[in-house]
């Protein structure tokens, strides 16, 4: 979804600025790229647990180990 903006003859750079970032904001491409900029991709559900219950066994070591004073 290529966006081709030509400079025509005599334009100014503003205004070819201003009409480049005009088809930008319509065409939607620097709103999709917004969008997945963040998003993650879907992890099963014996992974995510696998993790939450390392993660827990982590905690709880770690709280074991403030309560005899080595951390």
């Known amino acids: 979804m290529a966006i081709s903006v030509k400079r025509r003859e005599g334009e100014s750079a503003s205004s ?12 939607g491409v620097l709103r999709e790229a917004k969008k997945r900029r ?26 074991a180990a403030k309560k005899m004073g080595k951390f």
């Open 16 to 27: 070819f600025l201003y009409r480049f970032t005009k088809k930008m904001q319509q065409s």
């Open 38 to 63: 963040f998003s993650h991709r879907n992890i099963n559900k014996n992974k995510r647990k696998a993790s939450a219950l390392y993660k827990s066994q982590k905690m709880k070591e770690v709280l």
